[in-house]
């Protein structure tokens, strides 16, 4: 009896021995290398990877009392390698600590990376579903998988991954699984476009978080709506289902579509009984791009504990300059937005509000008329900028040194909104009707020594770039409108701290 005893324990032992990842020589690695990065481009108050490469945000939820993001990370340099899960926790949303890193390719279903997936908190557990990715001999097979914590810092892999070997047709891209609660069942939606290259996105369903059954197609291409439909998201908003999703392969149609992929939603009610939308259609004419600017792809949403809709994404693109990448790391995420719908069936995205408290000394507060310049005098800064009156044109341009500039700019005759930052495809521009209802022209923006987020109006419309100045920014008012300027200095809420060895 004893003897059998033992014999269990020990399996025990070596089953949790093979299921724990070792992360402490990435975190002595990171630990060291942290120290050597360069600062010049670093963000104060938005997450970037402690050193390496981050690309998507992979998991966002609230446990324990915490908000925990993660992401795609490459610790080992600054640019796309085997994907490992990054983490940050945070109490407030705005002040991030860097977590031990939560999952590394080690096993024979994620050689080349554990891809972006999501989390979940039931009961006292975390639960992050990932896609394992693995290329060998010009085969690439791409499978879901879980991991587990009881801690919210420390990983197991689950010992019978994969959860889901392939789509039901043996189509082999098949990726992103995003899992949610509805009433007593849970969800799962995965991108995995069609054997004849039409963007399509499944979905799942399962009781136990561990077995999962097919419902089937949640929504697919006609033909026009891009070849790979990727990092799918899907949540209810103010009454409707809005389906969240990055798409390669649209085609830049007059202002619409300019960046390399795309990242946008549909709106529709949809029956989870009957797997069925009511008077849906996803076609370019009823996608909407979430963010306008040149940096934003693969957007993740989350239900904070009073009922927000949050949405984060990277404020990056593939094949675009990451001139930090000089400097031992690259990529950062976007600020936390929240989201609302209005009337018109239209996201609107504002900052979430918890941002406020990143606010420190007050600037400037100062109508400028146009031919007036100010300096900004410090990197990471907050600009509120009203029009009560507006003539034909609103302008603002931000210096960056050497001749670089960003620019945003209303034309308030074709009520156009534009950002231009210079070099070949600058200029991205969307309709946008300033002063609607009597309401001033309102731009709401955040500088982050490189990156600068546009929010116009009420939410209305959103421009995320990265820009690399390379001195302080001297900003100045063009155009024939006076804009009433408000600068608060944000303070640095990002990394300060170390890594907790356990909570
Ligand atoms: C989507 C994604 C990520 C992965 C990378 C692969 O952005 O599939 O999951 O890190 O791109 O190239």
Request: with cysteine; proline share 5%; glycine share 8%.
């Amino acid at each position: 009896m004893r003897r059998a005893v033992v014999l269990v324990c020990a399996f025990f032992y070596w089953v949790a021995g093979e299921l724990a990842q070792d992360v402490s020589h990435i975190e002595t690695y990171i630990m060291h290398n942290r120290r050597q990065i360069g600062r010049r481009f670093r963000p104060h108050y938005h997450v970037a990877a402690p050193v390496g490469w981050l690309n998507d945000p992979a998991g966002f939820i609230h446990y324990a009392g915490k908000y925990h993001l993660f992401y795609q990370f490459h610790p080992y340099n600054s640019a796309w390698g085997p994907m490992h899960w990054g983490h940050v926790a945070s109490d407030n949303l705005v002040d991030w600590e860097h977590y031990p890193v939560a999952l590394v390719p080690q096993k024979p279903y994620e050689t080349s990376g554990c891809f972006s997936g999501s989390a979940v908190a039931y009961g006292n557990y975390i639960i992050l579903f990932y896609t394992g990715n693995t290329h060998m001999d010009n085969t690439t097979r791409q499978t879901q998988n879980m991991a587990v914590s009881t801690d919210g810092v420390v990983f197991q892999k689950y010992l019978y991954n994969p959860i889901i070997r392939e789509p039901v047709d043996g189509t082999w891209q098949f990726r992103h699984p995003k899992v949610f609660l509805r009433g007593v069942a849970w969800y799962m939606v995965i991108g995995n476009p069609t054997r004849d290259n039409r963007g399509r996105i499944l979905i799942y369903t399962s009781s136990d978080l561990y077995s999962w059954h097919s419902v089937g197609v949640l929504a697919e291409s006609l033909g026009d709506m891009g070849h790979v439909w990727e990092n799918p998201d899907f949540f209810e908003l103010d009454g409707y289902h809005v389906l969240l999703f990055s798409v390669h392969g649209l085609q830049p149609e007059a202002y619409e579509f300019r960046n390399l992929y795309q990242t946008g939603y549909v709106v529709g009610k949809y029956n989870f009984e009957m797997n069925s939308f009511e008077n849906f259609e996803i076609s370019t004419a009823t996608f909407n791009e979430i963010d306008r600017g040149h940096d934003f792809y693969s957007a993740h949403t989350m239900l904070t504990p009073d009922g927000r809709r949050l949405m984060i994404a990277w404020m990056g693109m593939w094949q675009n300059e990451f001139s930090e990448s000089a400097d031992g790391w690259a990529g950062m995420m976007t600020l936390p937005r929240e989201l609302r719908l209005a009337a018109d069936l239209k996201v609107l995205v504002r900052p979430a509000r918890e941002l406020l408290d990143l606010r420190q000394d007050i600037m400037e507060d100062a109508t400028y008329t146009p031919g007036e310049t100010f300096d900004a005098e410090t990197k990471s800064f907050e600009l509120l900028v009203l029009a009560k009156e507006i003539g034909q044109e609103a302008n603002m341009t931000f210096h960056l040194g050497r001749g670089r500039k960003y620019m945003l700019l209303y034309d308030s005759k074709h009520q156009q909104m534009s950002v231009d930052r210079g070099g070949v495809n600058g200029v991205r521009r969307a309709f946008w009707r300033a002063a609607a209802n009597g309401r001033p022209l309102y731009w709401r923006i955040f500088v982050d020594a490189s990156s600068v987020e546009v929010f116009c109006g009420d939410g209305d419309m959103v421009f995320s770039s990265r820009i690399y100045p390379t001195k302080r920014i001297s900003i100045s008012i063009g155009g024939d409108t006076p804009l009433h300027v408000k600068q608060y200095k944000l303070r640095r809420s990002v990394g300060i701290s170390r890594p907790p060895k356990k909570i």
